[in-house]
């Protein structure tokens, strides 16, 4: 039988236009970084960002945009909170604190169906959504969930980060969802990553969208939006959601 909240969960998603998800089947790549300043970056530019942390048990959002502890507010569902101008995130931290989420398996997607169908987004022009690492079902259910939904592959410029996110790519592949390009994070200007993603054919297939450089002082801009806005991270950020927003700009690996 259908979960009724399947079609609950369309409906309030339905206004939104883009939805990104930043995926990397490895922890400490840069996701909950990239999909915080991404969201930064496009409010500034004018886009309304919504964000779902859907990380429960690394919930990361809430402490890289300096909220305050506090509960949601509600009307006809739960409302997001403002993080920053132009920023509203929805995340399990604001019932939980910083205690850690006991959830697993079954629990995890339960709780995301759930959280999905009684967040009353305000008018958005994109979702970004910060998603777990591993390959569990509720990477897939999520998928599931939100159809329409745009993977990013955040990986780093490492062979193990790089064999761990190829996997990952194969095995969206295999379920049938295509990401949409690889986002090489924490770049050094020596290294020579482009030879190890030709290397990995489920990456090698991807649209390159772009590279973050390896930003000392990122740590210090934590709990900032403005500082993590003037970060190097902001600007590459800004190039690359360039290339995802108009696709056709995007650099193709196999054209470098
Ligand atoms: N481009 C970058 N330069 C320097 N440090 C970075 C960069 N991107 C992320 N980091 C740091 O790497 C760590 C892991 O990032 P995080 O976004 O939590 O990864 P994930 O969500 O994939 O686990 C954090 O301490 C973050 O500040
Ligand atoms: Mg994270």
């Given at each position: 039988m259908r979960d009724h909240r399947i079609g609950i969960i369309e409906k309030r998603l339905k206004g939104i236009k883009r939805i990104l998800l930043f995926t990397g089947?490895?922890?400490?790549?840069g996701k909950s970084t990239c999909t915080a300043v991404s969201a930064l970056v496009l409010a500034k530019r004018g886009y309304a960002c919504g964000v779902l942390d859907?990380?429960?048990?690394?919930?990361s959002i809430h402490l890289l945009l300096g909220m305050e502890p506090g509960l949601p507010d509600e009307d006809r569902g739960i409302l997001p909170r403002t993080a920053a101008p132009g920023v509203s995130l929805m995340s399990m931290s604001f019932f939980t604190?910083?205690?850690?989420?006991?959830l697993r398996g079954e629990h995890t997607t339960e709780a995301i169906k759930e959280l999905l169908a009684v967040t009353q987004w305000p008018d958005t022009d994109v979702l970004l959504i910060d998603m777990p690492p591993g390959m569990g079902d509720e990477i897939l259910d999520i998928l599931r969930f939100i159809p329409r939904s745009e993977p990013l592959v955040v990986l780093t410029p490492s062979v193990l980060s790089v064999k761990v996110a190829s996997r990952f790519a194969q095995y969206m592949k295999d379920s049938g969802v295509s990401a949409k390009g690889v986002i090489v994070n924490m770049?050094?200007?020596?290294?020579?990553?482009r030879q190890l993603l030709a290397s990995e054919p489920a990456l090698a297939a991807?649209?390159?969208?772009g590279i973050i450089p390896l930003c000392a002082?990122?740590?210090?801009?934590?709990?900032?939006p403005d500082g993590l806005l003037q970060s190097t991270v902001a600007g590459s950020l800004d190039a690359i959601l360039s290339a995802v927003i108009k696709p056709e700009s995007a650099l193709n690996l196999k054209n470098l």
């Open positions: 089947a490895k922890g400490g790549v859907l990380d429960f048990q690394g919930s604190g910083e205690r850690g989420v006991p770049a050094a200007e020596t290294s020579d990553f991807l649209p390159l969208l002082g990122l740590d210090k801009n934590t709990g900032s």
